[in-house]
């Protein structure tokens, strides 16, 4: 089940991310990357915990602009976004700790 602030993200809904008055986490994955899916699961769970962040997953076949735009080649990606602004990027698998060390660094 998708937490309850788990939104699916392309680049037509970037605006989402960028207009969100606080932190956004977004996870850029895709189907085929087992990384991704284990930290979409993380996602989920983090987002009923931390319910201030926003938190979105795109999928790179679905959102090229995202990825040229944040400059995201390969697959796992985690951006945190704050008031519009990239903050901080993650490229590679990330645990549950590491991801909140970053929402909690970040906050």
């Known amino acids: 089940m998708q ?3 788990l939104k699916q993200i392309n680049d037509t809904k ?25 930290m979409r699961t993380l996602l989920e769970g983090l987002s009923n915990r931390y ?8 999928d790179v076949e679905d959102s090229p602009r995202i990825c040229k735009v944040f400059n995201v080649t390969n697959p796992p990606g985690l951006l945190l976004v704050k008031d519009g602004e990239l903050i901080e990027r993650a490229m590679g698998p990330i645990g549950g700790s590491g991801i909140v060390d970053l929402i909690e660094r970040n906050s």
């Open 14 to 38: 970037i605006n989402e991310v960028l207009a969100h008055a606080g932190l956004s986490v977004l996870l850029i994955t895709s189907t085929w990357d087992g990384h991704g899916i284990i």
């Open 3 to 5: 937490g309850q602030n």
């Open 51 to 58: 319910s201030k962040v926003f938190f979105g997953v795109a």
